[in-house]
């Protein structure tokens, strides 16, 4: 690798001046967030099991982030919503748990929005309600054998989510007789005036419609015949979105799956359509999946973002319901996906949702290690010429060919022997990440897998990878392709190649960013 010089950007790392309680606060971060496995720039709650990112809703200057939360375990067990909030949809506050079980039964998943016109009459004009919509899921309903134990419940805040009032009368969506009936996703229709609920109703989505968020009445149904059911539908979410770049607007569905993705287990579909305040119309039936990883799940949007914002912010559950609750983490267990940005394109009249991560992630970026242009062959290893400690780390790479080659991608490696690959091959027009040759994988026999999906790459590829402490995140061609993989090495991985064979590739970009923890 000596032959290749090695441009050093320095990104502005400044320290700053810190106040006693700042200090008192870093130490305190340093003891909670620097365990094995830690994510140093996604999202985790500091201790405790988290599963399904829940209420996500932007106001005053705050993004929210709720989540399914078992506040005294560290595996799945009574719901509660935790609750943080962002600035910058990077750095988090932890803040206390927003809406604890009760009567009704545990708090399972669902959404938040911002009545800004008072319909539900629990705020004003001047002081909206920020107003959760969540399903109750009763246990001793279950339990006993019953099917109606999932219900739809409503609780709201006038001091910007920090505190709680439940809605007395509660359910405000009662369960007529079905056991999958839950996770509602509400936004405001702007055509109709009403406020639109997506729910999962075990094998398809229905719509229900409401003038004040309290009364419901149903629209329709779609999904028996759409798409993939591989497991029962979850976690929904309608929002409509701009073709990039044109005034064409199109509304995807997105549906999770809690068993049958394309490459096993819990996964994400989606779905581009019409929606006319009533029914969704789907245009084509093919599966269309977010991410071909393994740990994407039961992700939605951001509601309220700022208009002159104008970007649909998501999230999802970087695990897989395969083996989430056994994974070898103890005192946490979870991460959220970094946010990322959907965007709608549209080819030779195709639409594909891809998602990219929020441009956000500047903001993390400490110092940059540019590999200048050049025709390469073989691999070449990049941890001998950056100075920092591979991870977390950030590698963009825009490569050209003439021929596609055999392989081209990244390996990160250690002294233990262990391996964890995401590459291209132009042999099988394919994009894999590899966790096989991971040592720590005992703990579920499904873990260790080769996870693959269809690319076609016939002049070239962008790949940009985000990799923290125990995951990597691939976007391929502007987030075309996405795959999200969690990973425990035994060991830290330290050494970086960027792995090529076959034919000659020309890098046209490669840069190496050394990431910021944000704890
Ligand atoms: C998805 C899910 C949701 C449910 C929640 C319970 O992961 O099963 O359907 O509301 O988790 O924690």
């Known amino acids: 690798m000596g032959k290749y010089i090695i441009a050093i950007i320095i990104l502005s790392f400044l320290g700053c001046s810190c106040t006693s309680t700042r200090k008192e606060k870093l130490d305190n971060s340093e003891k909670i967030y620097k365990e094995p496995y830690r994510p140093q720039f996604h999202f985790t709650p500091e201790t405790h099991w988290m599963n399904d990112p829940n209420g996500m809703v932007y106001y005053e200057g705050e993004y929210h982030l709720f989540y399914q939360y078992h506040p005294e375990s560290s595996v799945w067990g009574p719901m509660h919503w935790g609750h943080a909030v962002s600035k910058d949809l990077v750095h988090w506050e932890h803040l206390p748990i927003a809406l604890y079980p009760d009567s009704l039964g545990y708090i399972f998943s669902g959404s938040a929005v911002m009545d800004y016109e008072n319909t539900s009459g629990f705020g004003s004009k001047d002081k909206p309600a920020m107003v959760a919509i969540y399903t109750y899921h009763n246990m001793e309903g279950e339990k006993a054998g019953r099917n109606d134990f999932q219900s739809q419940g409503i609780a709201y805040s006038l001091d910007k989510g920090r505190t709680w009032t439940k809605y007395e009368k509660n359910p405000v969506l009662k369960n007529p007789g079905i056991r999958d009936f839950r996770d509602p996703k509400v936004i405001w229709h702007k055509e109709s005036k009403k406020w639109i609920m997506t729910l999962a109703v075990q094998d398809h989505t229905s719509f229900y419609s409401s003038k004040n968020l309290i009364d419901w009445t149903f629209e329709s149904d779609f999904g028996k015949e759409f798409g993939s059911h591989g497991g029962v539908w979850e976690c929904p979410d309608l929002f409509p979105i701009n073709v990039e770049g044109t005034d064409e607007e199109k509304w995807i569905l997105i549906v999770s799956i809690g068993a049958g993705g394309p490459n096993g287990g819990s996964t994400t579909q989606y779905f581009v359509g019409d929606f006319n305040g009533k029914e969704f119309v789907s245009i084509g039936n093919d599966t269309k999946w977010l991410d071909y990883g393994r740990d994407n799940y039961a992700g939605v949007t951001w509601s309220n973002v700022p208009e002159e914002d104008g970007r649909v912010l998501f999230i999802g559950w970087m695990s897989n319901w395969q083996y989430a609750t056994v994974v070898p983490t103890y005192k946490w267990r979870s991460a959220n996906t970094f946010p990322r940005e959907l965007v709608l394109k549209k080819e030779d009249n195709n639409y594909h949702l891809n998602s990219v991560p929020v441009k956000e992630l500047e903001l ?68 894999t990440i590899d966790r096989t040759k991971l040592k720590n994988i005992s703990f579920s026999d499904v873990f260790a897998s080769i996870d693959k999906a269809k690319i076609s790459c016939k002049t070239g590829i962008k790949l940009q990878i985000l990799i923290d402490e125990s995951s990597i995140e691939v976007f391929v061609n502007d987030g075309e392709l996405v795959m999200t993989d969690q990973f425990f090495s035994a060991e830290k991985f330290d050494k970086i190649d960027v792995v090529s064979s076959g034919n000659n590739i020309s890098v046209k970009e490669a840069k190496f960013y050394k990431l910021k923890s944000v704890w």
């Open 364 to 431: 993390i970026r400490e110092e940059c290690y540019i590999i200048p242009n050049q025709d390469i062959k073989g691999n070449f290893d990049v941890t001998n010429t950056i100075p920092f400690k591979a991870i977390p780390l950030e590698i963009d790479l825009e490569i050209a060919w003439d021929e596609q080659p055999q392989k081209f991608g990244v390996k990160l490696s250690n002294s233990a022997g262990e391996e964890l690959e995401a590459f291209y091959s132009g042999v099988n027009e394919s994009f």
